[in-house]
Protein backbone atom coordinates (compact mmCIF):
# COMPACT_ATOMS: atom_id res chain seq x y z
CA UNK A 1 0.00 0.00 0.00
CA UNK A 2 3.05 2.45 -0.02
CA UNK A 3 3.49 2.49 -3.27
CA UNK A 4 -0.09 1.48 -4.82
CA UNK A 5 -3.65 1.37 -3.99
CA UNK A 6 -4.64 -2.34 -2.91
CA UNK A 7 -7.92 -4.18 -4.16
CA UNK A 8 -10.22 -5.89 -1.34
CA UNK A 9 -10.32 -9.25 -2.69
CA UNK A 10 -6.28 -9.25 -3.12
CA UNK A 11 -6.07 -8.84 0.94
CA UNK A 12 -9.13 -10.94 1.92
CA UNK A 13 -9.58 -14.89 1.41
CA UNK A 14 -6.53 -16.55 0.11
CA UNK A 15 -4.87 -14.05 -1.86
CA UNK A 16 -4.45 -12.00 1.17
CA UNK A 17 -2.34 -14.79 2.98
CA UNK A 18 -0.21 -15.71 0.37
CA UNK A 19 0.61 -11.86 -0.85
CA UNK A 20 1.33 -11.09 2.90
CA UNK A 21 -1.16 -9.11 3.29
CA UNK A 22 -2.75 -11.07 6.30
CA UNK A 23 -1.58 -14.37 8.60
CA UNK A 24 -4.59 -16.19 7.73
CA UNK A 25 -7.17 -16.94 5.15
CA UNK A 26 -10.31 -14.13 6.50
CA UNK A 27 -13.21 -13.34 4.92
CA UNK A 28 -13.64 -10.23 2.80
CA UNK A 29 -16.12 -8.85 4.88
CA UNK A 30 -14.22 -9.45 8.00
CA UNK A 31 -11.31 -7.74 5.84
CA UNK A 32 -13.43 -4.61 5.16
CA UNK A 33 -14.40 -4.46 8.59
CA UNK A 34 -10.70 -4.07 9.87
CA UNK A 35 -10.12 -1.73 6.89
CA UNK A 36 -12.77 0.49 7.59
CA UNK A 37 -11.50 0.43 11.59
CA UNK A 38 -7.60 1.92 10.07
CA UNK A 39 -9.83 4.33 7.85
CA UNK A 40 -11.38 5.65 10.73
CA UNK A 41 -8.22 6.11 12.51
CA UNK A 42 -6.94 7.97 9.41
CA UNK A 43 -4.48 5.64 8.33
CA UNK A 44 -6.09 4.27 5.17
CA UNK A 45 -8.02 5.57 2.78
CA UNK A 46 -10.62 4.63 -0.02
CA UNK A 47 -9.53 4.96 -3.51
CA UNK A 48 -12.06 6.94 -5.75
CA UNK A 49 -11.72 7.11 -9.50
CA UNK A 50 -14.27 9.28 -11.66
CA UNK A 51 -17.43 7.39 -10.89
CA UNK A 52 -16.89 7.26 -7.19
CA UNK A 53 -15.49 5.03 -4.52
CA UNK A 54 -13.65 2.20 -5.28
CA UNK A 55 -12.97 -1.78 -3.71
CA UNK A 56 -9.31 -0.33 -3.38
CA UNK A 57 -7.19 0.89 0.26
CA UNK A 58 -4.63 3.55 -0.02
CA UNK A 59 -2.46 4.38 2.73
CA UNK A 60 -2.78 7.99 4.08
CA UNK A 61 0.13 10.47 4.76
CA UNK A 62 -0.48 9.91 8.31
CA UNK A 63 -0.05 6.32 7.80
CA UNK A 64 3.13 6.64 5.62
CA UNK A 65 4.80 9.03 8.04
CA UNK A 66 3.93 6.75 11.13
CA UNK A 67 5.66 3.63 9.20
CA UNK A 68 8.38 5.74 7.85
CA UNK A 69 9.14 6.82 11.64
CA UNK A 70 9.67 3.25 12.56
CA UNK A 71 11.22 2.05 9.59
CA UNK A 72 14.00 4.87 10.14
CA UNK A 73 15.09 3.79 13.85
CA UNK A 74 14.45 0.40 12.64
CA UNK A 75 12.29 -0.89 15.06
CA UNK A 76 9.17 -3.13 14.40
CA UNK A 77 5.94 -1.67 15.82
CA UNK A 78 5.66 -2.52 19.94
CA UNK A 79 3.68 -4.87 21.19
CA UNK A 80 0.39 -3.23 22.96
CA UNK A 81 0.52 -3.86 26.54
CA UNK A 82 -2.77 -5.06 28.70
CA UNK A 83 -4.43 -1.59 29.05
CA UNK A 84 -3.95 -0.58 25.65
CA UNK A 85 -5.89 -3.61 24.63
CA UNK A 86 -8.33 -2.87 27.05
CA UNK A 87 -8.52 0.57 26.07
CA UNK A 88 -8.96 -0.58 22.45
CA UNK A 89 -11.52 -3.25 23.15
CA UNK A 90 -13.73 -0.55 24.50
CA UNK A 91 -12.85 1.98 22.03
CA UNK A 92 -12.89 -0.10 18.77
CA UNK A 93 -15.81 -2.96 19.27
CA UNK A 94 -17.98 -0.77 21.85
CA UNK A 95 -16.98 2.51 19.52
CA UNK A 96 -16.83 5.20 22.78
CA UNK A 97 -14.32 7.28 23.32
Given at each position: ??????????????????????????????????????????LLRR??????????????????RIIT?????????????????????????????
Open positions: MMKQSVPLPLIANKSGREKGYTRKKLPEIFVENELGWLIQVGEVDGQGITDSFRITPLGREFAQIGELFPKPTLWQKITNFFTRWLRIG
